[in-house]
């Protein structure tokens, strides 16, 4: 009896070479399928929602397969994890990746083409000063954000547009780049010290986090990073933001900002 | 004209082998010496205050080296830091590792010799649900820890004693087994909500932060470890906090508890 399952899945995406599996090279999708593969005794071919890039983090990918397996949908999250686990050396050390949750779908059900929405989030660190622990988690930007005018341009790529000028070539081939933004906002939690007083405190003193969340029917190749670095040069001052709209109706991908690390970006929910 | 240069490092532990230069292994004296030799133009050989093993971190190491060249002392730190980042792939990619400071001292000055004591922080994440994201920067524990056992067991080990108990076999051989722990914290942060109601949610009550600062005038072959594990059973109710007294006086390693993993620990800062 042929059972189809969906996982929600968590990873840290710095040491893999993104989602989709490669001959030769660290992927989430080779390393589960493997894991998969061999606790449930036949091959197993995942069909992943988002093929995120390498660096790019999950915090809820769905991906879902087909199994003869007779053992209870809930208990593949476990026993997977506690193989992922055995694969990482010393009696202490985590698997980069989770499996968060398995739970069974009708035989009809593809976690890629039934996904009708995504959210993203993009973390920045607004600060002068480095740090080395974040370095795969956050996008470092070193000169203070002006975050009121991010949010102007941010609520102008809200709604249906032609996404053209926030695409990357290289993609997979699209019929239509127009996409609907259901929601983007621009959050700031400064920390930096207004009560320091010295010169060297004071260009820390705008330090601070920086999310960028966005929720939508889907994205094209690079979309949140392009958007999210468009984000930043508006925060910057080289883009205005009431220039969004110029950017968009030229439907050229060199009107728009530069395209934001992998490391900041995280897959956090997939809507079905 | 010879000058001596001292060094104030940070690094992420999880990429690297322990601080000290080992053939064919990525290593933080390794990879510094390297930068700094092809930056000065001369075999460069750094004395570390401390040996930090696999996967330990630093906010403060200390390194002397001499040098012949010219270069004013202050600018090695961003000369080399700027070469590191060049190491690394990508436009926005960040080195592991960075020197905080470079700064002139006198002739005899020596970053190990001349330590008179450190401090180190040993992060906790105690949480009954693992976080991918986190796993080579604190050590999980999913039980719920009694920091006020934690908090009376600590302070036992402040004061100078004998520590043989807590030293681990394997490292450098020591005239004495004797040290000061200048200061001894333990400090918790609760984030999980009281005002949750689910019975999945009640499990997650207690997650929170701990957070242990040690300062002494020296520490043992894994002695931060040692007593970091011997802290989290006293928290888990596995030993009580007055057996502390006993564990010391039996000066045996097999009284004390477990070794906490190398990821959770940090050296903060060094005394000269």
């Given amino acids: 009896m042929k059972k189809n399952i969906l996982l929600t899945i968590e990873y840290d995406g710095s040491v893999f070479h993104g989602w989709q599996r490669q001959p030769d090279k660290p992927t989430v999708q080779g390393c589960l399928e493997e894991v998969l593969t061999s606790l449930l005794g036949e091959t197993i071919a995942l069909n992943g929602t988002s093929r995120t890039d390498a660096g790019v983090h999950a915090c809820g990918q769905r991906a879902s397969f087909i199994t003869q397996n007779s053992i209870p949908a809930e208990r593949i999250a476990l026993a997977a994890n506690n193989m992922l686990k055995g694969r990482e050396r010393g009696a202490f050390a985590m698997s980069p ?4 949750s398995s739970e069974e779908k009708p035989a009809d059900f593809h976690a890629r083409f039934d996904a009708k929405g995504k959210r993203y989030v993009y973390r920045i660190r607004n600060a002068a000063g480095d740090d080395v622990f974040s370095r795969n988690y956050v996008y ?6 002006d975050t009121d005018a991010m949010k102007r341009a941010a609520a102008l790529l809200k709604g249906t547009h032609d996404f053209k000028s926030f ?3 290289g993609g997979t081939p699209r019929e239509t780049t127009v996409r609907t933004i259901y929601d983007i906002s621009v959050k700031c939690e400064r920390s930096g010290g207004g009560h320091r007083v010295s010169d060297e405190a004071a260009a820390e003193a705008f330090a601070g986090d920086v999310e ?7 994205f094209l190749y690079n979309m949140v990073r392009i958007m999210t670095g468009t984000l930043v040069d508006v925060g910057l001052g080289r883009i205005r933001p009431e220039e969004i709209e110029d950017i968009l109706a030229a439907e050229d991908r060199r009107r ?6 992998p490391f900041g970006l995280y897959l956090m929910e997939v809507y079905f």
Same sequence: chains 1, 2.
């Fill in 97 to 100: 990746v989770r499996i968060i």
């Fill in 140 to 145: 470092h930007v070193d000169a203070p954000l």
């Fill in 167 to 169: 695409e990357a070539s």
């Fill in 212 to 218: 960028i969340s966005v929720s939508g029917d889907g």
């Fill in 256 to 261: 728009a900002g530069h395209t934001a690390p």
